[in-house]
């Protein structure tokens, strides 16, 4: 990684125009056995900064793979390729040879769908992030934890009990808390692979009036099954069957009148 | 392609028999009254006044369909836009209902008032009024934009018709012609069947929204 690429300092990192994509994937093509069958085919889409972009589509067309790839988690499968094409986010090819990946994660960080908080305390969840990157001012620590709590919509809620578990939180307090987790090292982009899936209504609404918060601050891809948290949180909606991009549009296109048949046929339950 | 859930496709198509029903039941309402007139008989007036009720109580039926298809299955694209000109036309489909209702009454004065000779007058109207809404249920059923298209384009005939035989009924009015009253309530009729030509081409309106997603009204 260079310095005049993805650098370490977040603030550092080159900005886009706010209609320039953040995110360009062209002709992406992605493989788990070395090439031998593609999971992800020929997948062009620009993600514009300072949005929420849906993923939707049937179980196994490879939302999470496509939002793996963003942040090379599939880096952790040995025989994992991408066979064509290219990711560039801010303007740099994630998988050039001298990007790293834990550099390029500072910038483009993850929510889970099972909220996975450390066992330790809520505190040292937040300030994780930021500990990993050498900071131990206690100020600026404490700052950053309280700072990211309030954007996670979690401080008010937690800021009696920080040195408590985070475990002793409830289901959808811990999905915040690990929103908090990622935003507290500024990444520019945060992927959310189904964050809601696990979580009870008022919960879900939470994490979705959440979205449309951090969307100030933060570029937002979440995956999501469910239709009408599409339709509510995002701008703009792909949709994928089979490993294939087959529309991307914005929402109220893809769910009012999309202009592909398969894409009606999903968004309109008449799937299968 | 069917829906995964087969109680969304029944109660889907439900809903469009109802519309298609409440249709039938309107455009007969419309043909009764005009029969009435035309034939001498009261009785069939009364009969689209007493069943009024009837195309009423069909519109709230659409009406908790669509709310329930709505509530239940969140339905969007095309499934949504079905929905929601399904219960827009309805609302026109009760409006012809009341226009009926209108032409019954003053049909009832005017064969009250005895035999009038320029009743035949509106039959050029009548057959106009007839074919545009029997052509906006057939686009409906159908779901048969062309013939939407066309629906609108018949509403020019309807209104030509209207006007001018307007103008002939008061320029006879103007000139002395007898019974004043039963003449404007022929003028009154016209206006009716003028008004349901509108309200075919608001339904015909719902049908282009469907099929193409487009907002053609006031444009
Ligand atoms: N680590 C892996 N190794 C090999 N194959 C994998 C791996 N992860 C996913 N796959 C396969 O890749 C395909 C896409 O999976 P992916 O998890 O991306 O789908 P998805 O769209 O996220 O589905 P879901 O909605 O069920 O989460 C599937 O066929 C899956 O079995
Ligand atoms: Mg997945």
């Known amino acids: 990684m260079t310095e005049t690429s993805v650098t370490t300092d977040p603030a550092a990192a080159p900005s886009v125009a706010s209609n320039e994509p953040i995110i360009a994937i062209d002709d992406l093509s992605f493989s788990y056995d070395l090439g031998k069958t593609n999971t992800l085919r020929n997948i062009s889409l620009e993600i514009p900064a300072g949005k929420v972009t849906a993923f939707i589509g049937p179980s196994g067309c490879g939302k999470s793979t496509l939002l793996r ?81 309030q954007k996670a919509a979690l401080w008010g809620e937690v ?77 703009r909606t792909a949709f994928f069957y089979l490993g294939e991009l087959i529309e991307y549009d914005e929402t109220q296109i893809i769910f009012g009148n999309p202009s592909i048949k398969q894409t009606e046929d999903y968004v309109s339950g008449r799937f299968g | 392609m069917a829906h995964i859930l087969k109680n969304y496709d029944d109660d889907l198509s439900a809903l469009k028999d109802s519309v298609v029903e409440m249709g039938t039941q309107a455009l ?3 043909e009764k009254a005009i029969k009435g007139l035309s034939t001498n008989d009261v009785e069939l007036c009364y009969d689209v006044i007493d069943e009024d009720e009837r195309i009423d109580q069909q519109e709230k039926k659409i009406d908790e369909q669509g709310m329930s298809i709505l509530l239940r299955f969140n339905p969007v694209a095309s499934d949504l836009r079905h929905v929601l000109s399904s219960i827009n036309i309805c ?33 050029p109207l009548v057959l106009e009024a007839r074919k545009i809404v029997s052509g906006a249920l057939t686009a409906f059923s159908d779901v048969d934009e062309q013939l939407a298209h066309k ?58 929204f469907i099929t193409s997603a487009e907002d053609i009204r006031h444009t």
């Not at chain 1, 915040?176 to 500024?186: E, G, Q």
């Not at chain 2, 012809?96 to 007058?121: C, P, Q, S």
């Open chain 2, 91 to 123: 609302r026109s489909l009760e409006r012809i209902g009341d226009h009926a209702v209108n032409i019954a009454k003053r049909a009832r004065k005017i064969l009250k008032a005895g035999e009038l000779e320029e009743v035949r007058l509106i039959d």
């Open chain 1, 159 to 235: 800021k009696d009990r920080l040195d408590s578990s985070a475990l002793g939180l409830s289901g959808g307090q811990q999905q915040r808390l690990c929103i908090a987790r990622t935003i507290a090292v500024k990444p520019r982009i945060v992927l959310m692979d189904e964050p809601c899936s696990a979580l009870d209504p008022i919960a879900t609404a939470r994490i979705e009036e959440l979205i449309a918060e951090l969307q100030e601050d933060f570029t937002i891809v979440i995956v999501t099954h469910n239709m009408q948290q599409a339709t509510r949180v995002s701008d």
């Open chain 1, 69 to 149: 790839c963003l942040n090379r988690m599939n880096d952790l499968v040995d025989t994992a390729k991408v066979t064509t094409g290219r990711i560039s986010i801010l303007g740099q090819d994630i998988n050039a040879p001298d990007v790293e990946a834990i550099e390029l994660r500072k910038h483009v960080g993850m929510v889970f769908q099972k909220y996975n908080p450390f066992p330790k305390s809520i505190y040292e969840n937040v300030a994780y992030g930021l500990r990993v990157q050498g900071i131990k001012n206690k100020g600026i620590l404490d700052q950053a934890v309280e700072e990211s709590l």
């Open chain 2, 28 to 30: 007969a309402a419309m």
């Open chain 2, 151 to 208: 629906v609108i384009e018949m509403d020019r005939a309807v209104d030509k018709i209207h006007k001018a035989l307007s103008k002939s009924l008061s320029n006879k009015i103007s000139g002395g012609a007898q019974p004043t009253e039963s003449l404007l309530n022929v003028i009154f009729i016209s206006r009716s069947l003028e008004r349901i030509g509108d309200l075919a081409v608001n339904i015909a309106e719902d049908i282009v």
